[in-house]
Nanobody, 124 residues
Framework: QVQLVESGGGLVQAGGSLRLSCAAS????????MGWFRQPPGKEREFVAA????????EYADSVKGRFTISRDNAKNTVYLQLNSLTPEDTAVYYC?????????????????WGQGTRVTVSS
């Protein structure tokens, strides 16, 4: 199995940027498709972005397309989420997750392992 630890969250003004990191330990992260989800205050956890094992395929939620970029460095067992042009609607706890499935999934129930989350707060 794999353990995931997110970092990089914080408070940022609208229009700003952050880069989130997800460090994997235990089994190599290259064994998994990796995803980012977020949970805004009082709302359900929602899909943000995902990448295949090689990083060659990615998927994004419509709400973040063109603003967020998922990437991975398998040599460092780390997955990243670059957040640009942030708005207050992006305020949430962001979670990294690992999926053993064959294809990228956008549904939270496909993911087998989760990190503890990192909080992103965007002020207006």
């Amino acid at each position: 199995q794999v353990q995931l630890v997110e970092s990089g969250g914080g408070l940022v003004q609208a229009g700003g940027s952050l880069r989130l990191s997800c460090a994997a330990s235990g089994r190599s992260s290259s064994s998994y498709n990796m995803g980012w989800f977020r949970q805004p205050p009082g709302k359900e956890r929602e899909f943000v972005a995902a990448t295949s094992r090689s990083g060659g395929s990615t998927e994004y939620a419509d709400s973040v397309k063109g603003r967020f970029t998922i990437s991975r460095d398998n040599a460092k067992n780390t997955v990243y989420l670059q957040l640009n042009s942030l708005t207050p609607e992006d305020t949430a706890v962001y979670y990294c997750a690992a999926d053993q499935g064959v294809k990228i999934s956008t549904t939270r129930y496909a993911y087998d392992y989760w990190g503890q989350g990192t909080r992103v707060t965007v002020s207006s």
